[in-house]
C-alpha cells in the first residue's frame, strides 16, 4: 500500500492485487490490535541480514517521522508504549483504512481475493495471469511478505517469484519467536508457565534487556523474541536473571550479614518465589544462606548472571512475528529496490533480507521500502 500510493502520486496507473479477501490484515493483528506502526530510534543497527548496510539508503529516505506525520494528517491518536515504540490509542484498522485512503486518493486500484495463477516475462513487459484477468505491466512489485503466521495467509510466493527470474534467495528461518525447551527443562520448569522476570538474554553476539517468559513447553517473552534473531540451532541462550546487579557480590554481602534467611528467599526478594525456588533446585539446594559455602554461593550466583539454556527449536513460523532472511539483497538496489538482473521488477518489506528488531521496526521497513521503489516503479 506505501509503494502503491506513492506512485499514484507520481501519477502512475497503479494496480494493487491481494490474494486475501481482506486488505492488511497482518496490519490489523500487530501489536494486540493496535499496531505499533513504527519505532522512533529505527536505524539501521536494529536489523539484521546478510548485507547490514542494505537498508540504510531507504531508512534515511524515509524516516518514522515521516511516517507520524501521516499519522498526524489523518488524525489518528497514538502514544508511545516503551523504547520508541509507537502504538495507536485505537485500533490497527485506523492504519489500515489510513493507507487505502491514501491510495484512493492517489488513484490506485485495488482488488482483494485476487489470486495469480502465473507470471511471464514478455516483450519488457510483465503479464500476471490471476482469477480476475490478465494484467499487462511494465513494472511489477512484490511485497508478498514472509512465511510468518500462514493462518492469515502467509506463503513463499515472493520467494518462488524470485526464483523464477532467477534472483536469488537466502536460507529462511522463523525470528523474533519463542523456544521450546529440551525435554528434561521442560520437566523442570514447565509449571513456571505465565511467570515473567526482568532480564538480559544474549543470541549470537547481540544481548536484549526485556523481560522473559514462561510458557508450558518453554520461553518466550520480548527478550527471548529479540535474541531469536540472532540464534542459531544448537546454540544456547545465556539469560542474565539479575540484570540489575553483580550476584555474587550481592549474595556474599547477604551472607556476611549472618542471617538465618534461606537463599530461596533471598532470592525472592528480586524474583518470583517459585522461579527462585527452581533456580535453587538447579544449582544450589535451598537452605539458610549462612550455610552455604562461599565457593557453592559463587557458583549459584554466576548462574544468576549466566544462565546457560538450550532450546530444542524454535516455535516456528506459526507463531514467529517475521521471517528472517529472503531475497538476498545482493541482488537489489539499495537506491530503488529493482532486482539488477532483472529491469523494473521490484522487491520490498518482509520477503527481502531485511528482519529488524521487535518494536516497530519492521513496519518501518515495509514503509521505508515501499516508499523508494514507489518514487522508482
Not at 527452581?278 to 544462606?289: G, N, Q, T, W
Request: net charge positive; hydrophobic share 40%; proline share 3%.
Amino acid at each position: 500500500m506505501m509503494c502503491a500510493l506513492q506512485a499514484g502520486r507520481r501519477n502512475r496507473k497503479v494496480l494493487l492485487v491481494d490474494h486475501a479477501d481482506t486488505i492488511g490484515r497482518k496490519i490489523m493483528i500487530s501489536g494486540g490490535g493496535r499496531c505499533n506502526f513504527t519505532n522512533i530510534y529505527a536505524t539501521s543497527e536494529n536489523y539484521f541480514g546478510q548485507n547490514p548496510h542494505f537498508c540504510k539508503s531507504a531508512l534515511s529516505r524515509y524516516t518514522p517521522a515521516d511516517f507520524v506525520a501521516m499519522v498526524r494528517e489523518h488524525r489518528i491518536a497514538f502514544h508511545e508504549k516503551k523504547l520508541g515504540q509507537l502504538f495507536c490509542d485505537g485500533s490497527a484498522n485506523q492504519i489500515v483504512r489510513m493507507l487505502l485512503d491514501e491510495c484512493q486518493q492517489s488513484g490506485v486500484e485495488l482488488r482483494a481475493g485476487c489470486r495469480i495463477q502465473a507470471i511471464r516475462h514478455h516483450n519488457e513487459q510483465f503479464l500476471v495471469d490471476t482469477n480476475q484477468g490478465t494484467f499487462h505491466t511494465i513494472s511489477l512489485v512484490v511485497a508478498t511478505g514472509g512465511l510468518s503466521i500462514p493462518k492469515i495467509g502467509a506463503t513463499g510466493f515472493g520467494y518462488d517469484i524470485a526464483k523464477q527470474f532467477d534472483v536469488k534467495v537466502t536460507e529462511t528461518f522463523p525470528a523474533l519467536v519463542g523456544f521450546d525447551l529440551k525435554p528434561t527443562d521442560q520437566k523442570l520448569l514447565g509449571d513456571l508457565s505465565g511467570i515473567s522476570f526482568d532480564s538480559t538474554v544474549k543470541g549470537g553476539k547481540v544481548t536484549f534487556r526485556e523481560n522473559t517468559l514462561f510458557t508450558h513447553t518453554g520461553i518466550s517473552g520480548p527478550a527471548v523474541l529479540q535474541a531469536s534473531l540472532y540464534w542459531k540451532s544448537g546454540e544456547a541462550l545465556s539469560i542474565d536473571t539479575l540484570p540489575e546487579r553483580n550476584a555474587e557480590e550481592w549474595l556474599l554481602s547477604i551472607k556476611k550479614t549472618g542471617t538465618r534467611k534461606e537463599l530461596k528467599n533471598v532470592l525472592s526478594e528480586v524474583l518470583p518465589l517459585r522461579f527462585a525456588e527452581k533456580l535453587c533446585v538447579i544449582k544450589c539446594a535451598s537452605r539458610p544462606i549462612a550455610d552455604v559455602s562461599d565457593k557453592e554461593l559463587r557458583a549459584f550466583a554466576a548462574m544468576l548472571n549466566d544462565w546457560q539454556l538450550s532450546p530444542a527449536r524454535n516455535f516456528g513460523y506459526q507463531k514467529a512475528e517475521v521471517t528472517r532472511g529472503g531475497i538476498s539483497t545482493n541482488e537489489l538496489s539499495s537506491q530503488t529496490m529493482q532486482a539488477k538482473k532483472v529491469p523494473n521488477l521490484y522487491f520490498i518489506g518482509e520477503v527481502t533480507d531485511v528482519t529488524g528488531w521487535l518494536g516497530g521496526y519492521n513496519f518501518q521497513w515495509a514503509w521505508a521500502s515501499g516508499f523508494v521503489a514507489g518514487q522508482n516503479v
